[in-house]
């Protein structure tokens, strides 16, 4: 049987607010080993921006990544948010290695092409490490990614920290048995947006079509579901949506995500 | 025999100039493993202070850090130097890894002591991880060291990255059999300060004491100096000072530090 592993996402709206940053950090840093964690830092970057004059331009909720821009997001995500993460998760006892997709070679990926839209530097994953993380890991290491990867020719690109979770994940599911876990402040996703308990524990690709015609996934949480699925479909072992508590405790409910009824 | 591995510390004059930070970073690329680069960043993180209003305060030549430089340089150092100089070093075939020291606790450091002076998040080191070091360099990996440490309780710290180069040359003495070089602008420590040609080669305690003497030895130099001589005084095999060019050809004058006539 496989080793188990877990990839956890955590968001910006936990990450960025210190008493729910550091909750978070006390869980995870009590999960079993081998454990990777992926962050974002997107509020803190767009704040940096505004302070520094480049004012944050996003297009269908993902940031247009200029020059200044790439510089503002190598600043806060690999300087500012993982190195907080990493000196927080050392102080419990958690031996975290803070990675952009460039350290170790982890992750590679490719400029996106100019469409209608130009992202600017931003990265298409094309390749994920997983000898490095793999090594990384059985080093005792819990690597910690932030939301940047890089082209093998020098160049960093920014790089959605959903999808880094979830091609990290499906790297390592080579070796291991994953679990992928996207982490955030409700407690899954909801059948009614306003109502925390209304958590749908069980979605698949059937379902999951029939919530998004109803109207009942957010448009922030459909790339998140089409990870999750593709996590899935490339030999991922489970994959959850939910609150922080439900990481420490099974019996919170959640999302669980599956690809068959 | 020990196996041989070489400590580059990078002077901030070199890796802020694109055009001589690429020419250093391909003679290092080309270096033997195992090695280890260390680099800081100071006039970078003055400019941006000063660009988000924090004036840089310096004294006797130090940073003092309070909570809002403390962040710039985090930023700077960690982000946006460490990030570039490892995606330019993947490019050139170089696996680097870049490490504040939280990451994997590599290198803890007490937070300095109020004296006439505070200077704030300033952190002094108080031991390096050689055995986490000493495996991510086993597992094939090139550590990359920015100037930050942390003092295992969640608080980075500021860190001089001459100190950490010698310190880090130190730890590892235990395993490997040290070569530490001090690269920067000029071809070595220089008689006439005006005459690149006037490297002195060779330079032990008793003729420091006389160069410091005759006011020989640069006020930024002194630290480098002491830094080199506490290296050699504990266990590192051989300490030089000189310019990027040294590296590749031996023939190239630099300054050899020596305990001994």
Known sequence: MKKEVIVVKIGGNVLEDPEKSQAFLETFAQLPNPKVLVHGGGKTASA???????????????????ADTLEVVTMVYAGLA????????QAL???????SGADGNSIQAVKRPKGQIDYGFAGDIKEVNCCGIGSLIAGGFVPVFCALTHDGKGQLLNTNADTIASEVAISLGEGYSVK?????????????????????RDINPKKYEKLVMQGKIAAGMIPKMDNSFHALAHGVSEVAIGHVRSLQNPA???TKLSLHS
């Not at 006892?93 to 990675?99: E, P």
Request: proline share 5%; with cysteine; charged share 25%.
């Open 252 to 254: 919170q409910p959640y």
């Open 180 to 200: 992928l876990y996207y982490c955030f402040e409700k407690n899954g996703v909801l059948n009614d947006i306003e109502d925390d308990d209304s958590v749908i």
């Open 82 to 89: 993982n190195k907080k993460v990493v000196a927080q998760l």
């Open 48 to 66: 940096l921006s505004e302070r520094m004059g480049i004012p944050p331009k996003m297009v269908n909720g993902r940031r247009i990544t200029d």
């Open 93 to 99: 006892g958690c031996n975290a290695l803070g990675l």
